[in-house]
């Protein structure tokens, strides 16, 4: 069921429609500069949208907000399960934007206003996680990544121990960013708190940003959306911090300081450049990002309006850039907008999926495509 024309890409993005993946992975090892290659498209024959989702060990599963349902597909496009979940009554799931697969094949979801769920393989619900407090987070971490599993414990975003406020000009410096979850019990126990080599463990004023971050092995990599910075803790001794790397983008606009609390700037009449996803592997640590719009350009083209938001794309690359684990980074690797959401990315050395931007192609399908891609040194 693929669709040849979608290897007419442009923009920097090499295609290899039919060539042998151990000869696209065998660059030399020296070389730190990256392609993104598309090595084919699968479809899944549904037609709604996409809000978060996840993909691990050849099956990946999404969100459709309108009907609160969960889609479970594997590499091929083919639909396992289908599951809608009330939102009121027994056996509601409400909205579970969040999606993680563990290694071995569990699925945890969290809802976007802090509510946690472990599925059954077949989607059905398993068990509400129940914490001692409620969450205080109105939109949780959105459609960002901030829900993972360690050493048998989830890992969430999950504001509101001793009443803590998210809204708070200051929360980030003044608590615990993270809860450690024990899924069986739902006790939990504070994780991760801001090093100062961030802006935010200081009394300035700065827009609220987005937290998320991931996990492999024993570290716990973060990241605040609209701040060109991975933070790196030490899990198996309580969360400590080790260090921060600047990934140094080219191009991250920042609207900076503000004189009073709550001002938002970003949206209105410029637009601060953001990451958009994290993804943490093994082998080094994929940030994808989004530039910013400066301010001339913004109000010229009227960007501050709903209708016009389309047209940021017109006016800003979304890149992807690599970290590995000695530091070192690699080049930014410009994403063209037909390529929208990264479902995952498990390993540099394996193939991953994203969501086609049908919107930006300009084609109205009645199934839903991901591309299937990989990171090449060149």
């Known amino acids: 069921m693929v669709n040849f024309r979608i ?32 090595l084919d498209s699968i479809q899944v024959d549904y037609l709604g949208s996409v809000g978060g989702g ?63 769920y472990e599925l059954n393989r077949d989607l059905t619900l398993k068990q ?11 939109d949780g971490g959105g459609f960002f990544r901030s829900l993972d599993f360690w050493n048998d414990s989830l890992v969430s975003y999950y504001p509101g121990r001793d009443g803590a406020n998210p809204y708070d000009p200051h929360f980030i410096r003044d608590h615990f960013l993270l809860e450690k979850i024990d899924p069986k019990t739902g006790g939990s126990v504070p994780l991760i708190k801001i090093p100062s080599t961030s802006r935010y463990s200081s009394d300035k004023f700065f827009e609220r940003p987005w937290i998320q971050f991931g996990i492999s092995s024993t570290r716990l990599h973060l ?37 009073e609390k709550y001002q938002y700037i970003s949206g209105s009449r410029m637009l601060d450049g953001a990451i958009r996803q994290l993804f943490v592997t093994e082998k080094g640590t994929v940030v994808y990002y989004e530039e910013g719009i400066d301010e001339e350009i913004f109000v010229q083209n009227e960007l501050n309006l709903p209708k016009n938001f389309p047209k940021y794309k017109d006016f800003q690359n979304q890149v992807l850039k690599i970290i590995s684990p000695d530091t070192i980074l690699s080049n930014e690797i410009i994403v063209p907008y037909r390529i929208g959401r990264i479902m995952n990315i498990e390993g540099l050395d394996k193939p991953f999926y994203a969501l086609r931007d049908d919107d930006f192609v300009g084609e109205e399908q009645e199934y839903i495509t991901f591309y299937k891609l990989l990171l090449v040194k060149k």
Not at 7 to 36: P, Q
Not at 128 to 138: G, K, M, V, Y
Not at 225 to 239: A, K
Request: glycine content about 8%; hydrophobic content about 35%; overall charge negative.
């Open 7 to 38: 290897f007419l890409l442009s923009m920097m993005v090499s295609v290899y429609g039919c060539t042998d993946r151990t000869n696209l992975s065998s660059k030399s090892s020296a070389s730190n500069e990256w392609e993104l290659v598309i």
């Open 54 to 116: 996840d993909f691990r060990n050849g099956k990946g599963v999404f969100f459709n907000f309108q009907e609160n349902k969960l889609i479970e597909f594997d590499s091929t496009g083919k639909i396992h399960y289908e599951r809608s979940y009330p939102t009121d009554g027994p056996g509601k799931v409400q909205y579970p934007t969040q999606l993680r697969y563990t290694d071995d094949g569990r699925l945890f979801a969290a809802s976007f206003v802090g509510w946690l």
């Open 128 to 138: 509400e996680i129940t914490l001692p407090f409620p969450s205080q987070a109105n």
């Open 223 to 259: 990241a605040l959306s609209n701040e060109p910075m991975i933070h790196v803790f030490d899990l198996n001794d309580g969360g400590s911090f080790l260090h921060t790397v600047n990934f140094k983008p080219s191009k991250f606009l920042d609207n900076g300081e503000h004189q």
